[in-house]
């Protein structure tokens, strides 16, 4: 069975930074590509970023340069770090093995003055 607990959301002011953490269990994390998903009230869910197995990283053109995820197959963790976050990056935010059908319960991030 699947688990996956995101934690590391919040409010956070404009400009300011997040970092996201990921703890997957009942995959064989080291050879899982990961990415992270958000959905803002409305809205589809949309990938923010992902990490393949050998780590390579691909990013959403609104993120790029400003979100970076990497990757600890030692604790099967994946995080997501957020600088110069913006109100329109307020959304829940989940981590998700990209072969699999699993979601956690995400974490809200919320970017308001």
């Known amino acids: 069975q699947v688990q996956l607990v995101e934690s590391g959301g919040g409010l956070v002011q404009p400009g300011g930074s997040l970092r996201l953490s990921c703890a997957a269990s009942g995959i064989v994390f080291s050879i899982s590509n990961m990415g992270w998903y958000r959905q803002a009230p409305g809205k589809q869910r949309e990938l923010v970023a992902r990490?393949?197995?050998?780590?390579?990283?691909n990013y959403a053109d609104s993120v790029k340069g400003r979100f970076t995820i990497s990757r600890d197959n030692a604790k099967k963790m994946v995080y997501l770090q957020m600088n110069s976050l913006k109100p329109e990056d307020t959304a829940v935010y989940y981590c998700?093995?990209?072969?699999?059908?699993?979601w956690g319960q995400g974490t809200q991030v919320t970017v308001s003055s």
């Open positions: 990490i393949n197995n050998g780590g390579s990283t």
């Open positions: 998700h093995p990209l072969a699999t059908m699993s």
